[in-house]
């Protein structure tokens, strides 16, 4: 019975770590990001308005061609799910369906699976899961944030 016991235990401290997991993960995604190239250079030209603007973004309402710039703002939401704001009028949900490691998760986007990587504290990079050939994936670099 005490093995029992135990196994209940350690089973639910495990259940919490997973969850942990997933959570701080999701929280060190929070925040704007700005779309690069493949080289992880921001954009130049017309595209450069989903690039990081110099002097950062304020809020998740200001992301977007018609605000401060960048490509999104996330925040973190219940287990793992990541709320994104995208300059449209009503932020998504992207549901957390794994992690892959320390540093990557897959997500659920509408029906559609992608898997977010955490290359370095201020580098995302986004691709399909599974990846679909010939698709590149998308990559971010961690804005600036300024005082609204």
Known sequence: MRTLASLVVVLSFAGTAHAALQDDFANRLEGPWGRVDINWRPYLGVLSKNSCPASGVSRPSSIGLFGEGGSMWIQAGVGGSLIV??????????????????????YNDGGVRKKLTLVAPDRLSEEYDPAVPGVPGVKYLHCKQKKP
């Open 85 to 106: 704001h995208d300059g449209g009028t009503v932020p998504h949900t992207l549901l957390f369906v794994r992690m892959q490691s320390g540093s990557s998760a897959v």
